[in-house]
C-alpha cells in the first residue's frame, strides 16, 4: 500500500538537514516536519527570532524559513519523539572520513548513521520509511537494513517494520535553495516500490516526474559518490592545465571556454580556482578509492586517489608561487586574504583552499589579514589551528618572529602596508575593489594574486601593482 506521508522526521539539522527540510516544508504545506539535532546550540540559532542568525547562510534560506517555521516546519532536540511520531525519516547526518582504525584517512566513520539507525530502531512506531538522505559508502543501506531488521524480531507487543530508502541530496552551497527548487534529478533507490511511490509523491509536489529516476539501492549510492568525484575530477583536470597554460603562454580562460564549447564536454565546472573544497569531493573520492581497494581494484583506487592528490599539489603551488614572486620571503610582510570560505555565497570553510593556503604562507613568516563576508574568525582559528593575533597592529607591522600570524577584518579596507592580496574566494564584493585607492596604501611593488580570475586585470596593473592570475601565461608579471 502506498502510504501517504503526513509526518516527516530529519535527523541531522545541517548544511543538507536544513535547506531540504525547509524546502519540502515549503512545497509540501499539509506535511508536518520536525528537524532534530543533538547539537542543542545549532537547534537555538535554527530557531532564532532574528532570521540572519540562522547557523548556515545559504541565498534563499532565511525567507522560506520565516515563511514555515513554527508552521509545518519544526527545529527541536526531541529526537525520541519526533521519530515516534514520523511515517518517514531522513537520516541526514555528517559522515566524515574516519581518522583511526580500519580504512583510516579513506573510509567514512558511519558512527552518527548507525546510532541514528538505532534511535529509529527503538523508538519508532507502526511502519516507517527511512531514507539515507547523507551521502553515504556504497551498502551502507545494509548496514541500517540490518539494525532496523533486529528491532523488527524484537518488538513483541508492538509492531514494528521499515523501508529502507536512498535519496541522495545533489545541492552545492551557495546555490542550495535554486538548487532544492529545481533539481536537475531526484534519486530514489530501493527496493520496495510502495515505499518509493510515497517519497516520489512528495517530490512530486514540486518537481516533474521525468525527473524523478528511481533506481535499486546500490546504485543510487554509487550514483552520489560518481556524481561528485566526476565533478571533482574536472576541476582536478582542469587546474593541471593552468599550470601547462601558465609555462606556455596559453590563457586558461580561453582553454576552457573554447573545450566547454563541445556539448560533449559542456561549459560548467571548468573555472580553474586554488582547488575543490567543501564537505563532500574529497571524502567522497576517497570514498570510492577505499571502496576499490577493498575489492582488489588498485588501478582503479589509484586512478581516482590522483584527483586528490593533484588537488593538494595545487593549492601548496599556489601558496608557493606567492613566496617565489615576494623575493622567496613572507617573513614580516603583510599579505590580504580575500575571502575563506571554500566558494561564495556559503559560511562553510571545510576542507577550503585557503586553510592550508593560509597556514604554508604563516609558516613562511607571513602576517595575514583575513578578510570574508560571512565566515566567523572563530571559525578561522580553528581550521587554522592558530589563534589571531593581537601583537600586530593593523596598520603597522611590528609583529617579528619566524612563524607569522593572522588577524581578522570584516572591512574590505585594510590594505595599508600590505604587499600583497590574494584573492581565494569569489565573492561578488572582490570584483568591485578600487585597486587604486588599494595600491595607494599599499608598499611598492606590491602584487595581486587572483586564484579564482575575477579582477580585471587592466585596472590592476593601471593602478601600479603586479598581478599573477591563475592559469595565465600571457599577462603574468615575471
Ligand atoms: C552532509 C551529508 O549529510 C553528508 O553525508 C555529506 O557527505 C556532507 O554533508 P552536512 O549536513 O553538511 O552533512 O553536515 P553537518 O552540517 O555537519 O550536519 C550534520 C548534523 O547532524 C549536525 O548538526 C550534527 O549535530 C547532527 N548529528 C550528528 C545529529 O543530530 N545526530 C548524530 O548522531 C550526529
Ligand atoms: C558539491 C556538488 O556540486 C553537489 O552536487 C553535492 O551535493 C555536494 O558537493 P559543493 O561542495 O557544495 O557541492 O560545491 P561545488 O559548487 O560543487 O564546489 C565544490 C568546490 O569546487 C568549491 O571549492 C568550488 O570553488 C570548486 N569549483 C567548482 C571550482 O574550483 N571550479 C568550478 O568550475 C566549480
Not at 592570475?469 to 599577462?475: M, P, T
Request: charged share 25%; with cysteine; net charge positive.
Amino acid at each position: 500500500m502506498v502510504i501517504s506521508i503526513k509526518k516527516i522526521c530529519c535527523i541531522g539539522a545541517g548544511y543538507v538537514g536544513g535547506p531540504t527540510m525547509a524546502v519540502m516544508s515549503f512545497k509540501c504545506p499539509e506535511v508536518l516536519i520536525n528537524v532534530v539535532d543533538v547539537n542543542q546550540e545549532r537547534i537555538d540559532a535554527w530557531n532564532s527570532e532574528d532570521l540572519s542568525k540562522l547557523p548556515i547562510y545559504e541565498p534563499g534560506l532565511k525567507e522560506i524559513v520565516g515563511k514555515t517555521r513554527d508552521k509545518n516546519l519544526f527545529f527541536s532536540t526531541r529526537i525520541k519523539e519526533s521519530i515516534e511520531n514520523a511515517d518517514m525519516i531522513f537520516i541526514s547526518v555528517n559522515t566524515p572520513t574516519k581518522k583511526k582504525g580500519l580504512g583510516a584517512g579513506k573510509a567514512s566513520d558511519l558512527k552518527w548513521v548507525e546510532t541514528s539507525a538505532r534511535e529509529v530502531a527503538k523508538f519508532s512506531k507502526g511502519h516507517t520509511i527511512v531514507v539515507e538522505k547523507s551521502t553515504l559508502p556504497v551498502r551502507t543501506a545494509e548496514v541500517i537494513q540490518k539494525i532496523l531488521k533486529s528491532a523488527e524480531k524484537e518488538s513483541k507487543k508492538q509492531i514494528k517494520s521499515f523501508s529502507v530508502l536512498s535519496n541522495p541530496e545533489f545541492l552545492a552551497e551557495g546555490t542550495a535553495i535554486n538548487d532544492l527548487l529545481n533539481p536537475d534529478r531526484v534519486l530514489i533507490g530501493g527496493d520496495n516500490k510502495e515505499a518509493m511511490s510515497s517519497l516520489s509523491q512528495i517530490y512530486k509536489k514540486w518537481v516533474s516526474e521525468n525527473k524523478i529516476l528511481f533506481t535499486n539501492i546500490w546504485s543510487s549510492e554509487l550514483a552520489k559518490l560518481t556524481s561528485n568525484a566526476f565533478l571533482a575530477q574536472r576541476i582536478s583536470s582542469i587546474n593541471s592545465i593552468s599550470s601547462i597554460c601558465e609555462v606556455t603562454g596559453a590563457d586558461i580562460r580561453e582553454v576552457s571556454r573554447s573545450i566547454g564549447k563541445d556539448t560533449r564536454i559542456g561549459s560548467k565546472f571548468l573555472d580553474s580556482g586554488p582547488g575543490f573544497g567543501g564537505s563532500c569531493f574529497k571524502k567522497d573520492i576517497l570514498n570510492l578509492v577505499y571502496l576499490a581497494e577493498y575489492f582488489g581494484l588498485k588501478d582503479v583506487a589509484k586512478f581516482w586517489e590522483s584527483v586528490v592528490e593533484m588537488n593538494n599539489w595545487h593549492q601548496k603551488r599556489i601558496a608557493e608561487k606567492v613566496v617565489q614572486k615576494l623575493f622567496g620571503t613572507l617573513a614580516n610582510k603583510k599579505i590580504i586574504i580575500l575571502g575563506f570560505s571554500f566558494k561564495a555565497n556559503t559560511n562553510d570553510t571545510r576542507e577550503s583552499a585557503a586553510i592550508n593556503i593560509c597556514k604554508d604562507l604563516i609558516n613562511e613568516g607571513a602576517n595575514l589579514i583575513i578578510h570574508d563576508p560571512k565566515v566567523s574568525p572563530t571559525q578561522i582559528e580553528n581550521d587554522l589551528r592558530i589563534k589571531q593575533s593581537n601583537s600586530f597592529e593593523l596598520n603597522e607591522i611590528t609583529y617579528k618572529k619566524d612563524q607569522g600570524n593572522w588577524q581578522f577584518s570584516r572591512n574590505l579596507d585594510k590594505f595599508d602596508n600590505a604587499h600583497a592580496v590574494l584573492i581565494l574566494t569569489e565573492w561578488e564584493d572582490f570584483k568591485n575593489i578600487n585597486w587604486i585607492d588599494a595600491a595607494r596604501k599599499m608598499v611598492s611593488p606590491a602584487w595581486v594574486f587572483d586564484s579564482r580570475s575575477i579582477v580585471n586585470p587592466i585596472k590592476v596593473k593601471e593602478a601600479g601593482l603586479n598581478l599573477w592570475r591563475l592559469g595565465d601565461g600571457i599577462q603574468n608579471d615575471n
